[in-house]
């Protein structure tokens, strides 16, 4: 009797694990997600005092405190109503989701921290340079293509080489 179940239990374990396999179904190739957006994708803060905990629940201890609206961020990963966000520097920690906009945001980056970006008239390395930022400056990004982004902040308005930009992933389309 015990062997018959025991057999029984097998023939149904392998079943559901040949079903599983045989539709090439894997948990990493789900685009569903708690909120029906893809991940990883960019957002901004949307306000300018967030906490970030260390596990996504109120619980969990505070690993740090955001304290500037419209820093960009990444969400790597979604638990319910809090998303696994990580920054320009690679610090990760969770955040609740009314806490995040999806206006777009970008970080201006460049390879020595005391060099220049150029801001152009156009989207055109021979057009007017509008303005120079340096590293760490926050933009809004108003469209992104064919390498490069339309930006603006206060004091500047102009484009950017995309890959000079944090918060736009390479090659992406921001409409």
């Known amino acids: 009797m015990m062997l018959g179940r025991f057999c029984l239990m097998v023939v149904l374990a392998g079943g559901l694990l040949g079903a599983s396999v045989s539709s090439g179904f894997s948990a990493k190739d789900s685009a569903l997600t708690t909120s029906g957006l893809p991940i990883p994708r960019y957002v901004s803060l949307k306000s300018d005092h967030v906490n970030v905990r260390v596990g996504p629940t109120k619980d969990n201890d505070v690993a740090w ?30 955040v609740y989701h009314s806490l995040l906009s999806g206006r777009r945001t970008a970080v201006v980056t460049m390879k020595r921290k005391d060099e220049l970006a150029p801001i152009y ?18 933009a809004q990004v108003k469209h992104c293509g064919s390498g490069w982004c339309h930006i603006d902040g206060t004091g500047f308005d102009g484009w950017i080489e995309q890959q000079r930009l944090w918060g736009v992933y390479a090659d992406e389309k921001v409409e």
């Open 65 to 94: 405190i955001y304290t500037r609206s419209g820093l960009p961020v990444e969400i790597t990963a979604e638990f319910e109503n809090w998303r696994r966000v990580r920054d320009s520097e690679g610090a990760e920690g969770w």
């Open 121 to 138: 008239d156009r989207a055109d390395p021979a057009s007017a340079i509008a303005a120079r930022l340096q590293a760490g400056v926050v």
